[in-house]
């Protein structure tokens, strides 16, 4: 294995340390004010100055989950590490469940307008009219890769859902999200075609997420070799249910149940995956050139969960290990434990051990990326750019964020400033000031007719 030698200090490096020097200060990080590298001298070799993009996205993690967000007992080394070298984002928001989360994600659009709305949408899947994160930075030169779950269409090849045909040079995984949930499964997909493992589950199979990982280093070591910018989105199906795992980790002498052991060892297992890609980034000399973003789909499950595999319902509750960190609610809720999720970024170049307070979401990042690899945005995205963040400069506002769930019940979230707006089941609004009432426990919509007015004209306007 040979690797090209990349220039040592990081493309992005020059330009956020201008960034950061022409502005006074930033109201959203906590020590913008420490010295950054000096611009680099050098122009930037091969890949023209534009960042290679790592972003690592995982199912159901919650945000009290890892340690970094003050969780005392799980232990996530690596992502703690991440955090104190990067970006904290405080007010990070998903959707509140997976695969609207990932439409929203590669699409740039919250649910209000986004093709998959819901988890019964990703049945149909993206459409030919979507444009996704690796379209757009496909055009502008990058490789592109999916490793592991997708979960927004019809496992058929060739047609418009499929990840090679929304932009993937490279795919490997689950398509189906309900397969996702099968971590020994008899196959996967590698771009196009299936990769038939075994003829039956098994737990004496090949692990899948071990799979996800090799498949996810080999495409770093082939970007290695390249004059040319990647993004790569490794999407992990832990710690999702069912709450088994090969095995029990650090947690085997806790006198735990069964369900949270295995919860508990998905979590530093993910952790790990996490340390190996970080790893192979140093190894092939990557590491100053790659944005590194990290994000959970949406807030804590406590499913048990009965798959094929398992013999039977394994079960975890979330607040057994204080999932949502404190927050109202969990997967499926658009209270806040429903939908702010772990995020975590390292830029090279920029200072370390920062806190993003300003709220932004997962249609954020198709924005983000496009300015980050000066690919052109589309038009008309609910997503705003936050690359200004991630350098260390002062953060745009988002005038609003909506939310919806429409499993059963239609509910909606709008958060407008410090207030957050919830109507559940078409009921009346309730109204939560997010600075004095993080766990959203005293609804004050009473007390401000005008604010419910408001929310109301912005969900109206989410969905029209
Ligand atoms: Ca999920």
Redesign the pocket.
């Known amino acids: 294995m040979t690797s090209r030698t990349l220039p040592r200090r990081s493309v992005l490096s020059g330009l956020a340390a201008t960034a950061v020097a022409g502005t006074a200060a930033t109201t959203t990080t906590s020590s913008a004010a420490q010295a950054v590298p000096a611009p680099s001298s050098r122009a930037p070799r091969g890949r023209k100055g534009r960042p290679n993009i790592l972003l690592v996205v995982v199912?159901?993690l919650g945000r009290g989950e890892v340690g970094a967000y003050g969780q005392q007992v799980l232990q996530t080394p690596v992502l703690d590490r991440l955090a104190a070298d990067g970006i904290r984002f405080d007010q990070a928001y998903?959707t509140p469940?997976?695969a609207p989360?990932r439409c929203s994600l590669f699409t740039g659009q919250h649910t209000g307008h986004a093709t998959v709305k819901t988890n019964a949408d990703a049945g149909r899947g993206l459409s030919r009219d979507d444009v996704t994160i690796p379209e757009v930075l496909g055009r502008a030169g990058y490789r592109t890769g999916l490793i592991g779950k997708w979960g927004l269409g019809p496992e058929r090849a060739g047609q418009a859902s499929h990840p090679t045909e929304q932009g993937f040079d490279r795919f490997f995984g689950y398509i189906n999200q309900s397969h996702c949930h099968d971590y020994w499964p008899t196959y996967l997909w590698d771009d196009e075609t299936t990769v038939i493992y075994s003829e039956n589950h098994t737990r004496n199979a090949v692990y899948a997420g071990t799979l996800i990982t090799e498949q996810a280093l080999a495409f770093l070591d082939d970007a290695a070799r390249r004059d040319q910018p990647f993004f790569l989105d490794v999407s992990y199906t832990t710690p999702?249910a069912p709450n088994v795992h090969i095995d029990e980790g650090p947690y085997g002498d806790q006198d735990w149940p069964d369900g949270e052991k295995a919860h508990a060892a998905q979590v530093t297992w993910t952790d790990a995956q996490v340390g190996l890609l970080l790893e192979r980034l140093e190894q092939r000399g990557l590491a100053d050139d790659t944005v590194v973003v990290f994000v959970?789909?949406?807030g804590p499950?406590e499913a048990g969960a009965n798959y094929d595999y398992v013999n039977a319902a394994v079960p975890h509750d979330a607040d057994f290990f204080d999932s949502n960190g404190g927050l109202r609610g969990i997967?499926r809720d658009v209270y806040e434990g429903g939908i702010r999720v772990p995020m975590i970024a390292r830029v090279p170049g920029t200072p370390g051990g920062r806190v993003v307070t300003e709220p932004i979401a997962v249609w954020d990042l198709l924005p983000t990326f496009a300015e980050l690899g000066r690919a052109r945005t589309p038009r008309g995205l609910d997503g705003i750019s936050f690359a200004a963040a991630l350098q260390g400069r002062a953060q745009r506002a988002h005038d609003h964020l909506y939310w919806s769930f429409d499993e059963g019940r239609f509910d909606e979230a709008v958060r407008f400033g410090r207030w957050k707006a919830v109507r559940l089941g078409g009921r009346a609004v309730e109204l939560y000031d997010l600075e004095t009432d993080e766990a959203e426990t005293t609804d004050v919509a009473a007390q401000h007719p005008d604010l419910v007015r408001r929310a109301e004209q912005l969900m109206a306007q989410a969905v029209a």
Request: overall charge negative; some cysteine.
């Open positions: 199912d159901d998903a469940t997976c989360t999702h959970s789909d949406n499950h997967k």
